[in-house]
């Protein structure tokens, strides 16, 4: 913002009667700004209310919100702080939520980033991405290598809606080539919100942490109940059938889990297959 040209003061030295005005509209906002400190709605301690939040006694706050926008020029270390980091996280719900409003049916495909490009998981991601872009879904991954790489890849080049979901990392890896919509987020927490949101069902590749954090993030709301008619299928029975097994054996067994929490997913290593159990509740 340009003070100087108005002056320091904020009024305007070459027009009299619009500085006299300026000057009263400051006295009126500090008479109120004062009145509001002081004696609110018949109270005896002074309050304000800054949108939600009302802060009393030698909790208010000097002057208000637009003065401490405006008029600050101070230290930044408020940068750095929650209350900021609340507004990034904000913009990026905003953006998430903007631009994919309007993607359509999808089915998010998860797996290793590790994935080699010649391996045969990374084949069986490229024909689930393609055979989601035939079956009219789009495709949602992490937008990283490996398996995500593949289902990009198969959705992209099927001519289907091929979109990436990053994640800020410490070691910058960017968007695979096949993303076509491409978002990247500095929370998990967001992305994993836009992964479940804008998706009728996953499909699991196998991975390794990453992918295990997003799995039992589905299993658990489709556990909880926080969504519904929400297929999961893990691609690769000799992969999953350990972890399926120590589920069976040790959680239901040990009381952890309930018998029919195992009904939550499904495995398979067919990818017709896989692509039509992710979609059935979609197209039921
Ligand atoms: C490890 C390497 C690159 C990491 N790059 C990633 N980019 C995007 N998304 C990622 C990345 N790494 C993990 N993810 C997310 O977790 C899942 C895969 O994790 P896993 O531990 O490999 O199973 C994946 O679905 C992403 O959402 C260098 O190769």
């Given at each position: 913002?340009?003070?100087?040209a108005s002056g320091e003061s904020?009024?305007?030295?070459?027009?009299?009667?619009?500085?006299?005005?300026?000057?009263?509209?400051?006295?009126?906002?500090?008479?109120?700004?004062?009145?509001?400190?002081?004696?609110?709605?018949?109270?005896?301690?002074?309050?304000?209310?800054?949108?939600?939040?009302?802060?009393?006694?030698?909790?208010?706050?000097?002057?208000?919100?637009?003065?401490?926008?405006?008029?600050?020029?101070?230290?930044?270390?408020?940068?750095?702080?929650?209350?900021?980091?609340?507004?990034?996280?904000?913009?990026?719900?905003?953006?998430?939520?903007?631009?994919?409003?309007?993607?359509?049916?999808?089915?998010?495909?998860?797996?290793?980033?590790?994935?080699?490009?010649?391996?045969?998981?990374?084949?069986?991601?490229?024909?689930?991405?393609?055979?989601?872009?035939?079956?009219?879904?789009?495709?949602?991954?992490?937008?990283?290598?490996?398996a995500m790489e593949g289902a990009?890849?198969?959705?992209?080049?099927?001519?289907?809606?091929?979109?990436?979901?990053?994640?800020?990392?410490?070691?910058?890896?960017?968007?695979?080539?096949?993303?076509?919509?491409?978002?990247?987020?500095?929370?998990?927490?967001?992305?994993?919100?836009?992964?479940?949101?804008?998706?009728?069902?996953?499909?699991?590749?196998?991975?390794?942490?990453?992918?295990?954090?997003?799995?039992?993030?589905?299993?658990?709301?489709?556990?909880?109940?926080?969504?519904?008619?929400?297929?999961?299928?893990?691609?690769?029975?000799?992969?999953?059938?350990?972890?399926?097994d120590w589920m069976r054996d040790?959680?239901?067994?040990?009381?952890?889990?309930?018998?029919?929490?195992?009904?939550?997913?499904?495995?398979?290593?067919?990818?017709?297959?896989?692509?039509?159990?992710?979609?059935?509740?979609?197209?039921?």
């Amino acid at each position: 913002m340009d003070k100087g040209a108005s002056g320091e003061s904020g009024g305007n030295a070459e027009d009299p009667g619009r500085e006299r005005g300026w000057r009263e509209a400051q006295e009126a906002a500090a008479a109120a700004n004062e009145a509001a400190e002081s004696i609110p709605y018949g109270h005896s301690w002074p309050e304000r209310h800054t949108g939600p939040v009302v802060r009393r006694r030698g909790q208010v706050q000097a002057g208000t919100t637009d003065q401490r926008l405006l008029d600050s020029q101070g230290p930044t270390d408020w940068l750095h702080g929650d209350p900021w980091r609340v507004m990034r996280i904000q913009s990026e719900f905003v953006e998430g939520f903007g631009a994919l409003a309007e993607l359509g049916p999808a089915i998010s495909v998860f797996g290793s980033a590790r994935t080699p490009v010649d391996s045969p998981e990374y084949l069986a991601a490229v024909r689930i991405g393609r055979a989601l872009a035939g079956a009219g879904y789009a495709v949602i991954t992490g937008g990283g290598p490996g398996a995500m790489e593949g289902a990009n890849k198969g959705a992209c080049e099927a001519g289907g809606a091929s979109v990436g979901l990053g994640i800020e990392l410490p070691f910058e890896q960017g968007l695979n080539p096949y993303v076509d919509v491409g978002i990247n987020f500095r929370y998990f927490f967001v992305r994993k919100t836009m992964f479940v949101k804008y998706a009728q069902g996953f499909i699991v590749l196998p991975g390794g942490f990453g992918t295990l954090d997003e799995l039992f993030e589905a299993l658990t709301l489709v556990q909880t109940k926080k969504v519904t008619r929400f297929p999961i299928v893990l691609f690769g029975t000799a992969y999953w059938r350990g972890l399926v097994d120590w589920m069976r054996d040790t959680l239901v067994a040990e009381g952890k889990a309930s018998r029919h929490d195992l009904e939550l997913f499904h495995l398979t290593d067919d990818v017709d297959e896989a692509v039509k159990l992710a979609t059935k509740e979609a197209d039921a």
